[in-house]
C-alpha cells in the first residue's frame, strides 16, 4: 500500500442483476482473504445496510456503504479512503455492488445510472469482477458477458466468476465459450443451497439477528471461495487499480466540537441494526461522547444520557420483547418529556410510537404503527418542513426509504420532511418534530449532511446545561 491509502488494492464485486449471488461471493471473498491474514476493508455500493454487516463478521472490521446519491460523487473516494485506512490500514478492498452493474438511482434529477455500481466503479478507478449465474444458461453467457465488457468503455471488466454451475461438463461449456470474450474466469463456484442465506420482508436476515449462525455461514462461504476461485489471480486484478487522487474522509473536518462533552446513547442490538459508521465518528468529531444501549436487554439507558439516537431495523420483528422491557421504555419517554434531544429513523419512529401492532411501545408519540403489505422503497430529495435538532427549516437533504411499516397519523401538526415534487408523486410533509424529538421515516448518511451531526450534538450540549442548571435550583 503506497500514497497513505490512494494505491490501496481494490476491486469491485458486481452482477449482471440483482439474484446472481454478489452477496454470497463478495462476502466469501472477504471471508477467504482474511483468512490468508490479509486484512480486508469492505465497502457496499447503494445504501444498503443488511449486506455490510456480513461483510464485517467476514472482515473483522465495519463494513462501510459507498452511495453518491446519498453523500455525494465528490465524497465517495475520501470516504473510500477513510474505510480502508480504518481501524488500521488494510491490504486490500472488496466493494460489492448494487442490483444489476449499470442499474443506478431512478430520479429525475439525476442522469440514468448516478450511483449504480459502474458510476462508484468509475469513481474508485476500480476494476470490476463479475459475478455471473451460469445455472440456466450454456454458451449463451459469452453473449452476455461480452454486452457487459463493452457497453461502457469507461468500466474495466477484469474477470469473471461463474455462480451456480452445475458440474464439471457444465464448467467447462461456460469456461470454452468465454474465451472468445477476452475475459478472464477467475472461479466457477458450484451449486450450494444449504449456503443460502435466509430472507424476510425486507430482504435478507441481519447477522446482527443470525449471531452464531451468520458467523458459520461467513466461514463456509469463505471455504468455498478458497476452493473455487483464483485468489492469487483476484488479488492481481486488485492491485491493478491506479492511485486515486483524493484524500481521506475526516469527520473533525466537516463538524467544530462543542465545549461541552455530551453523552449520547446509540440504539443496536438484534433490533437496530441499522446504521453507518460514519454518523457515530461524526457525532465524537462533534465533541460528543457515544454509547450503546440494546433496547431488547438493557433496562435503563446509560447514566447521564443528554440524547438518544435510534436508527433503523426490525422493531416490527421484535415487538413483543421491546414491549416486555418496560422500564427503558420509560427511561426513555422521560428523556423526551424532559427535553432530551431524540433522533429516530424508520424503526426508531416505530419505537417512539404509541403502540406498533398492537403492543405498547415508548409512547413519546401520540402514533400507531403498523406492517404494512406495500413496500415502500426508494431514493428522496427532502426539505425541512419544521426547525428541529437536526436541521433549521428550508434545509434540503438526500435520503432513502425502506420500509413495510405505516403510522397513523402518516405525520404530525409539526412535520418531520417533505419530499421534493416529482420524487414520490406525493408532496405531503412526513414524520414528526415534537419539541426536541425528531422522527421519519427518512434514512440519511450524516457524511452527506454533516450540519445534522452538529445540530444534534449541539442541542445534547444544550440539554445538557439546562438539566445541570435544574439539578442545581
Known amino acids: 500500500m503506497t500514497g497513505g491509502g490512494r494505491g490501496m488494492a481494490r476491486l469491485v464485486v458486481a452482477a449482471p442483476s440483482s439474484n446472481a449471488g454478489k452477496t454470497s461471493v463478495a462476502t466469501g471473498l472477504i471471508a477467504a482473504l482474511t483468512a490468508r491474514g490479509l486484512t480486508v476493508s469492505p465497502h457496499k455500493v447503494g445504501p444498503d445496510y443488511i449486506d455490510p454487516g456480513y461483510h464485517g463478521l467476514a472482515a473483522g472490521r465495519p463494513g462501510r456503504n459507498l452511495d453518491p446519491w446519498l453523500v455525494g460523487e465528490e465524497r465517495i473516494a475520501p470516504l473510500f479512503l477513510r474505510g480502508a485506512l480504518h481501524p488500521r490500514p488494510a491490504d486490500v478492498a472488496v466493494v460489492e455492488g448494487v442490483m444489476g452493474l449499470f442499474d443506478g438511482a431512478s430520479h429525475p434529477s439525476v442522469e440514468p445510472g448516478f450511483a449504480s455500481t459502474a458510476h462508484v466503479a468509475g469513481l474508485l478507478r476500480a476494476p470490476v469482477l463479475l459475478v455471473v449465474d451460469g445455472s440456466s444458461q450454456a454458451r449463451s453467457v459469452a453473449a452476455l458477458v461480452h454486452g457487459f465488457a463493452t457497453f461502457d468503455p469507461s468500466v474495466r471488466l477484469g474477470g469473471v466468476v461463474l455462480n451456480r454451475v452445475g458440474s464439471d461438463r457444465h464448467e467447462a461449456i461456460l469456461r470454452e465459450a468465454l474465451e472468445a470474450t477476452g475475459v478472464r474466469v477467475l472461479g466457477a463456484v458450484r451449486r450450494m443451497e444449504q449456503l443460502h442465506t435466509p430472507s424476510r420482508h425486507l430482504g435478507l436476515i441481519p447477522a446482527a439477528e443470525r449471531s452464531a449462525d451468520a458467523l458459520a455461514t461467513v466461514r463456509r462461504l469463505g471455504e468455498v471461495v478458497a476452493a473455487s476461485v483464483d485468489l492469487d489471480a483476484v488479488l492481481a486484478l486488485a492491485r491493478s487499480a491506479p492511485p486515486l487522487d483524493a484524500e481521506p474522509w475526516d469527520p473533525a473536518a466537516e463538524v467544530a466540537p462543542v465545549a461541552d462533552r455530551p453523552r449520547i446513547a446509540v440504539a443496536g442490538g438484534p433490533a437496530f441494526t441499522f446504521g453507518y459508521a460514519e454518523s457515530t465518528e461524526l457525532l465524537e468529531a462533534a465533541g460528543a461522547e457515544v454509547v450503546r444501549v440494546d433496547p431488547l436487554h438493557d433496562e435503563a439507558l446509560p447514566p447521564g444520557t443528554t440524547g438518544l439516537v435510534v436508527g433503523g431495523g426490525f422493531p416490527e420483528v421484535h415487538a413483543a420483547e421491546l414491549s416486555a422491557n418496560a422500564s427503558l421504555r420509560a427511561d426513555i419517554a422521560a428523556l423526551a418529556a424532559r427535553g432530551g434531544p431524540i433522533a429516530?429513523?424508520?424503526?426508531?419512529?416505530?419505537?417512539?410510537?404509541?403502540?406498533?401492532?398492537?403492543?405498547?411501545?415508548?409512547?413519546?408519540?401520540?402514533?400507531?404503527?403498523?406492517?404494512?403489505?406495500?413496500?415502500?422503497?426508494?431514493?428522496?430529495?427532502?426539505?425541512a418542513v419544521t426547525d428541529s435538532v437536526l436541521a433549521p427549516a428550508g434545509t434540503r437533504v438526500r435520503g432513502h426509504e425502506f420500509h413495510r411499516t405505516h403510522t397513523d397519523p402518516p405525520a404530525g401538526a409539526a412535520g418531520a420532511w417533505r419530499w421534493s415534487a416529482g420524487s414520490t408523486g406525493s408532496d405531503s410533509a412526513e414524520g414528526f418534530v415534537a419539541g426536541r424529538v425528531h422522527a421519519s421515516y427518512l434514512h440519511l448518511h450524516w457524511a452527506g449532511s454533516p450540519h445534522v451531526a452538529q445540530r444534534f450534538v449541539t442541542a445534547c450540549a444544550a440539554a445538557e446545561r439546562s438539566e445541570n442548571v435544574r439539578a442545581h435550583r
Not at 349 to 375: F, H, K, N, T
Open 344 to 383: 429516530a429513523e424508520c424503526a426508531g419512529l416505530l419505537y417512539l410510537a404509541r403502540e406498533l401492532d398492537g403492543v405498547p411501545m415508548c409512547g413519546v408519540l401520540d402514533v400507531a404503527a403498523a406492517m404494512s403489505p406495500r413496500l415502500t422503497l426508494g431514493y428522496r430529495s427532502a426539505v
